[in-house]
C-alpha cells in the first residue's frame, strides 16, 4: 500500500475524520473549498500535527499518535509542490534544482539529475533565472526540485491552480510521465475534474471534512454525485482506447475502445498511442432502437447494468459497453417512460463534444 491514512483533527470550528488508502501512483485528492484537502496534505507533510491520526508512506509509519511516533518534517522524506513555485530569485534553475539535493543524505540520492531535467523538458532552462521562466516552466522546476530530493512521496497541492489553461496543457504531459516513468508516488489536491479525470489512477472525493469515496478513478468518476457541485457536470467514465486509424478526407481519428470504434477531430498521436478517454455523463443520450438520421459520429451498443438513485430530476444509469463501463447522466422521465431497467440493452449516442482535447490523455500502462 502506497498511503494509508487516518487522521482526526480539529481546527477551529473545522474537523477533519478521514480515513482511505491508495495503492495508486497518482492519488487525486477532490473536494470543494474549505473541505479539508490542504490539511491532510499538510498533516502528511508535518506541517499540521494532527489530534490523532496514524499515516503510513510506503510502508513506513510516519504518524502514530497511539505510540507516539511523529516522524520530524524534515525527515519524513515527502516533496512539496506548491501552487507558487516557490523558486529562489537569486540561484539560476540548475542551483535551485541541486537545492533540494542538499536535504537527502548522500547514500539516498537515487534520482539522477539528467533523467529528472529530461523528464520535465527544462534542459534548456539551465542557466536562466527564476524571473525569466514562465508560470509553467517555473513549476516544472519546482517539480524537478522536489523530485531531486528522492522523496518517498510528492504532495501536490493545486500546483496548477495560477496556470491558465494554455499553460495547463502544456504541463499535463509532463505530470503524465512524472507519474508513469518519475517512480515517485504522488498526491494531488485538485479542484478540477477534467485535470483528475486526466492524471489521477485513484481518488478520494472529500466533503465537510469527511471521505465521501475513494477508489480507483475511473470507478470513483462513474458517480457523477459525488461531484455535486461544479464538478458534476464533467464527471463520466475514463476508459482506454488506441490510436487505430487517421482518416484525412475528414480530419478524423478512429480510436478502438472495447466498447467499439469512436471517431474524433485528428489527433496528432500515431497510429498505436493509447490514450485515456474521457465519456462525460452528460454528454451521453440513451436511445432503445439503433438510431438514425443523426449528426453524432458515435453510438455504442449497450447493456444497462444499473440505475442509482435519484438525485433530482436526474439519475446516473451504469453501461456495459463490450466490457467497458459508461455512464450516462438522463432524467428520471426518461429512465421511467423508456421503461430503462438493468440488463436492457441500449445505444449510448455519445455527442461529439465529448472527445475535447483535454478529456484526452495519454495512459500509461495499468492506470485506468
Ligand atoms: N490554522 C487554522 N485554524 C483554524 N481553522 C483552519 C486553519 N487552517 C484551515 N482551517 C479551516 O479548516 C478547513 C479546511 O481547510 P483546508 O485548507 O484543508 O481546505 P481545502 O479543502 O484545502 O480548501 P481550498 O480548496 O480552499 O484550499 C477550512 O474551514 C479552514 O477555514
Redesign the pocket.
Known amino acids: 500500500m502506497i498511503l494509508d491514512v487516518d487522521i482526526y483533527h480539529r481546527?477551529?470550528g473545522?474537523s477533519l475524520e478521514v480515513r482511505f488508502q491508495s495503492d495508486g501512483k497518482l492519488t487525486a485528492l477532490y473536494?470543494p473549498?474549505?473541505?479539508?484537502?490542504?490539511?491532510i496534505v499538510n498533516a502528511i507533510g508535518g506541517l499540521v500535527q494532527p489530534d490523532h491520526a496514524r499515516i503510513v508512506v510506503q510502508g513506513r509509519e510516519l504518524v502514530d499518535t497511539k505510540t507516539n511516533i511523529v516522524v520530524p518534517k524534515h525527515k519524513r522524506r515527502i516533496g512539496y509542490v506548491f501552487q507558487e513555485g516557490r523558486l529562489f530569485p537569486h540561484l539560476n534553475v540548475r542551483h535551485n534544482l541541486l537545492f533540494g539535493r542538499w536535504f537527502t543524505p548522500s547514500g539516498e540520492r537515487k534520482a539522477s539529475f539528467d533523467h529528472v531535467v529530461d523528464l520535465l523538458g527544462i534542459t534548456h532552462l539551465l542557466d536562466r533565472r527564476p524571473s525569466t521562466l514562465s508560470g509553467g516552466e517555473k513549476q516544472r522546476v519546482a517539480i524537478g526540485r522536489a523530485l531531486l530530493a528522492d522523496p518517498q512521496l510528492l504532495l501536490m497541492d493545486e500546483p496548477l491552480a495560477s496556470l491558465d489553461e494554455a499553460r495547463k496543457s502544456e504541463i499535463y504531459p509532463y505530470i503524465e510521465r512524472l507519474r508513469d516513468e518519475g517512480g515517485v508516488p504522488i498526491v494531488l489536491?485538485s479542484?478540477s475534474v477534467a485535470e483528475i479525470a486526466r492524471l489521477a489512477t485513484s481518488v478520494v472525493v472529500?466533503s465537510e471534512g469527511k471521505v465521501v469515496a475513494s477508489g480507483p478513478a475511473a470507478e470513483v468518476l462513474r458517480h457523477t454525485n459525488y461531484f455535486a457541485q461544479s464538478g458534476l457536470t464533467e464527471a463520466g467514465a475514463l476508459i482506454e482506447a488506441q490510436v487505430s486509424g487517421h482518416n484525412a478526407a475528414y480530419d478524423l481519428t478512429v480510436l478502438q475502445a472495447r466498447a467499439g470504434a469512436l471517431s474524433v477531430p485528428r489527433l496528432p498521436h500515431p497510429i498505436g498511442t493509447i490514450l485515456r478517454v474521457r465519456l462525460r455523463a452528460r454528454d451521453i443520450i440513451l436511445s432503445l432502437a439503433p438510431p438514425h438520421g443523426l449528426s453524432a459520429l458515435n453510438v455504442l451498443p449497450a447493456f444497462i447494468s444499473s440505475i442509482g438513485d435519484a438525485e433530482g430530476a436526474s439519475m446516473d444509469v451504469q453501461l456495459d459497453c463490450g466490457g467497458d463501463p459508461v455512464v450516462a447522466r438522463v432524467t428520471r422521465k426518461s429512465v421511467e417512460e423508456l421503461g430503462l431497467k438493468p440488463g436492457l440493452p441500449v445505444h449510448a449516442i455519445i455527442k461529439s463534444i465529448a472527445f475535447d482535447p483535454e478529456a484526452l490523455g495519454v495512459a500509461g500502462q495499468e492506470n485506468i
Open positions: 481546527q477551529g473545522f473536494g473549498s474549505g473541505s479539508g484537502k490542504t490539511t489536491v479542484h472529500l
